[in-house]
């Protein structure tokens, strides 16, 4: 588990590709610290696993269910990457709870820049995304976790403060850029189980529904 907290912006190094299979070895400092094969790294939002590393990089698989959602299938070397190792569990939790499990991709369509902070407007791909955005929630851009200004119709934006745009790879990105989306994975759950509806395993009625939830503070 993230937290949506970049510790800092890597710098692709090289990538090897194999049809739909990859191979990125990406340079870094500070996640490499106490490193083990086998160690979670979020890269730009996805989780992936460290399979060898040295004193400045480490190297990471990426399967071609991982190519075909992300926007990872698309860098170049020299790229830069946003890295956060996984939660310790003696850590502080300053962000929100992140999979590493991107949802979709999305595209920028306006930054624009307001007073102290830049906003980003951005289209998702996928409009489902849609019923899990809403304004003041969380949502995780390219592994930040960000607070959503505005949602409709698959439609979002999010405004960044200097501090976040400056130590993160966002400070680069432009209009017509694609950023990887992982929604709020309390709403994709609570999303599922009314979707599960009155269904049971036996084809009986359960007590979950969306009045159930409201009367019991869920909602």
Same mark, same amino acid.
Do not use: C, Q, W
């Given at each position: 588990m993230f937290t949506g907290l970049v510790e800092e912006v890597g710098r692709l190094q090289a990538v090897t590709k194999r049809g739909e299979a990859m191979v990125l070895?990406?340079?870094a400092a500070k996640v490499l610290?106490?490193?083990?094969i086998g160690d979670s790294i979020a890269v730009n939002g996805v989780c992936l696993t460290s399979v060898s590393y040295d004193s400045g990089s480490f190297? $990471?698989?990426v399967m071609p269910e991982t190519f075909r959602h992300t926007n990872l299938k698309d860098l170049q070397p020299g790229a830069p990457v946003n890295l956060e190792r996984a939660m310790a569990a003696d850590g502080r939790f300053g962000g929100h709870i992140v999979q590493g499990h991107v949802d979709g991709l999305a595209r920028i369509m306006r930054r624009t820049a307001q007073a102290n902070a830049v906003v980003f407007e951005?289209?998702?791909e996928d409009p489902g995304m849609a019923k899990y955005m809403i304004p003041r929630g969380s949502v995780t851009v390219d592994g930040?976790?960000?607070t959503l200004a505005r949602a409709e119709e698959g439609m979002? $934006?999010?405004s960044i403060i200097p501090h976040t745009l400056a130590e993160t790879a966002l400070h680069g990105k432009q209009p017509g850029d694609t950023v990887n989306i992982e929604c709020d994975v309390l709403a994709k759950y609570v999303d599922h189980l009314l979707a599960f509806g009155s269904r049971?395993?036996?084809g009986g009625s359960s007590r979950i529904s969306s009045a159930f939830l409201a009367e019991h503070g869920f909602m």
């Open positions: 070895h990406i340079r610290e106490g490193m083990k190297m $990471a698989d951005f289209l998702a930040i976790s960000l979002f $934006a999010v049971s395993a036996t």
